[in-house]
């Protein structure tokens, strides 16, 4: 445990390095909820809005910062820094535990101030609700920090790297309830695009999206609690965490 610690360490220490950068890119999300949510409030009728995207907002931040794990283990791979990681005195798999829960919990440090403006714009959950929500986005940023891992050890260069990553990020940002309300998401099986509209009901960012709106809205609005919301980003955190430490730890061993 003493080891994973110190990997964590390490790799908070890199995050803190771009902390004017972060502090840019937090001010610039909610920047997008209280302009652009507004905006959009003003335009349509259907929805509120900025009710329904605040939620989505602080899963973004948690998915985009939780991603960045990624892009420096592909440039130490790169670079070959990996080999200081090596003489370091812990096993391969205390250093694969320590990055992706390195990943995971940078993820949520990113993200508590967007979900505490969550708070305060729409209403403080119970105990057991925020605990719930807390655990449920724990796991999420847990795998994605993995499946972040899992492209950069999978990839030769940073360009293929950013490619992949850019696939993920519309597969799973645009295929999602984060922007829009599934409803609107279900209109592709008119047109013969069922798959997709299976692929965002399952989608971990769907699920802890409305898991949090479940909480912090109106039960009016529709959104309603089910413990499969937690179970589907559980099996998706284990599915890719695992994934990401045993791939890193071949990586490690072949070089």
């Keep these: 445990m003493k080891a994973i610690l110190h990997v964590i360490e390490y790799d908070f220490r890199n995050f803190f390095r771009y902390r004017w950068f ?3 890119l937090i001010a610039m999300n909610l920047a997008d ?3 652009s949510a507004i905006v959009f409030t003003q335009m349509t009728s259907i929805v509120n809005y900025f009710r329904f995207f605040a939620p989505g907002l602080a899963v973004v931040g948690l998915f985009a910062s939780a991603f960045m794990i990624g892009r420096e283990i592909n440039m130490e791979v790169r670079r070959e820094i990996h080999h200081y990681m090596l003489s370091l005195p812990m096993t391969r798999t205390e250093l694969a535990v320590g990055r992706v829960l390195a990943g995971g919990l940078r993820g949520m440090l990113y993200m508590t101030p967007l979900l505490v403006t969550n708070f305060i714009v729409l209403r403080f959950p119970t105990l057991p609700q925020l605990l719930l929500i807390l655990l449920t986005l724990l796991l999420l940023a847990i795998g994605i920090s993995g499946v972040s891992i899992s492209i950069a050890v999978s990839t030769t260069s940073f360009e293929k790297f950013v490619t992949a990553r850019g696939v993920v990020y519309y597969m ?16 592709l099986e008119t047109r013969g695009l069922g798959p997709l ?15 949090i709106r479940s909480f912090l809205l109106d039960p009016s609005d529709g959104y309603v609690f089910s413990p499969l919301m937690i179970l589907n980003v559980a099996v998706f955190s284990v599915i890719f965490a695992s994934f990401a430490m045993f791939a890193y730890s071949k990586i490690l061993q072949r070089h």
């Excluded at 940002?173 to 279900?186: A, E, N």
């Design 172 to 187: 799973l940002f645009f295929c999602s309830s984060v922007f829009y309300p599934l409803s609107v998401i279900k209109v």
């Design 33 to 35: 909820l209280f302009i």
């Design 197 to 211: 509209v299976t692929f965002a009901q399952v989608n971990p960012l769907t699920n802890g999206s409305d898991l």
């Design 22 to 24: 972060i502090v840019g």
